[in-house]
């Protein structure tokens, strides 16, 4: 699926308040079902300058913001290079899809050596993130029926046994072997509507069932037999790039 987004997104981590280090989009426009109505979650990294660093008066970890322009809302989450490294040597599948994006609005050279790290962040204990995803959207599904959480619980499952069976990371759900042949039947409906039903033709809860209790199955399997590592490889070295790009990072306002 050709994904058609604004032109204007570069703009927005240019004026941000700190220096980014990188921006890309993830959420639907990510995972390979956008809906014409969805909101645009553009994610990334800022890093603070040293002196809201080692001061008194420390920066923000975190910053969020949402807002509609020209009709479309954006939700945009950034992390300091210090935090997002710590969350994704945590083995936090968000972080580490966000870094990966190949929709990226906005990079840099510390951007790209993070993503040459990345391979050497990834263990087998990715696995419980994608599993724990699986069931809070599977619970979702249960009490609002809504299309959104379906998806987003084979996209996960199906992301997290590709994972582990090859230690490269594919978030478009449209582009994961595995699944069942309905897929493209229900990607296809979520496009008219964010928070639609499955169409009336969809496969019934017993089924569904069925088929996500099969995944949660292999996907234990796939990384009971992982030969990915327990700890991650890449640490000290991810370490070290937080160090260098701190030290060498002037004043806010430089």
Known sequence: MTVVLPSWLPEIPAGQAYRSVFATVSGAH??????DDSDVDLRGVHLLPP???????????TLTRSWVRDGVEVDLVTHDLAKFCRLLLRRNGYVLEQLLSPLVVATSPVHREMVS???GCVTRHHAGHYLGFARTQWRLFERSGELKPLLYT??????????????????DLTRLPGGPAYLGDLVAAKRFAEHGL????APGRERLAD???????????ARD??????????ADAVHDLVVRTR?????RDA
């Not at 990510?30 to 809906?35: A, M, N, Q, T």
């Not at 084979?154 to 978030?171: D, I």
């Not at 030290?247 to 004043?251: D, E, I, K, R, T």
């Open 30 to 35: 990510l995972y390979g079902f956008p809906s």
């Open 51 to 61: 002196e809201e660093v080692v001061g008194l008066r420390t920066g923000p970890e």
């Open 117 to 119: 790290l990345a391979p």
């Open 154 to 171: 084979f996209r996960v499952l199906l992301t997290g046994l590709h994972l582990m069976r090859t230690g490269e990371l594919e978030a």
């Open 198 to 201: 499955p169409p009336a033709d």
């Open 211 to 221: 088929d996500v209790a099969r995944l949660t199955a292999r996907l234990e399997e």
């Open 225 to 234: 037999a992982s030969h990915l590592p327990g700890t991650a490889p890449a």
């Open 247 to 251: 030290l060498s990072a002037g004043p």
